[in-house]
Nanobody, 115 residues
Framework: QVRLVESGGGEVQPGGSLRLSCTAS????????MTWYRQAPGKERELVAR???????DYADSVKGRFTISRNNAYNTVPLQMNSLEPEDTGVYYC?????????WGRGTQVTVSS
């Protein structure tokens, strides 16, 4: 059974930092691209960052230079380091994997950037 669990969300002031993490189980983790998405209130879910099985990364233009995605194949985790946070970064952040058996999502973790 594929399971993705996000953690690390919270409330932070503009300019602050948060570190999210996604822990995966039930998959051969090292073989799959892992992706972080977010959904702001009233908006569609959007891709934030992804990392391939080989470690290649891709970011939304809005987070380039501020967010860093990585992976730890020993612990099946995908950290997302978020710096210089802005109110526009507020939303629920989801972890995703497009597995052989379909797309799987975590339940999400809330990030709120507010003064």
């Amino acid at each position: 059974q594929v399971r993705l669990v996000e953690s690390g969300g919270g409330e932070v002031q503009p300019g602050g930092s948060l570190r999210l993490s996604c822990t995966a189980s039930g998959i051969n983790f090292r073989l799959y691209t892992m992706t972080w998405y977010r959904q702001a209130p009233g908006k569609e879910r959007e891709l934030v960052a992804r990392i391939s099985s080989g470690g290649a990364t891709d970011y939304a233009d809005s987070v380039k230079g501020r967010f860093t995605i990585s992976r730890n194949n020993a612990y099946n985790t995908v950290p997302l380091q978020m710096n210089s946070l802005e109110p526009e970064d507020t939303g629920v952040y989801y972890c995703n994997v497009n597995h052989t058996n379909g797309a799987f999502w975590g339940r999400g973790t809330q990030v709120t950037v507010s003064s």
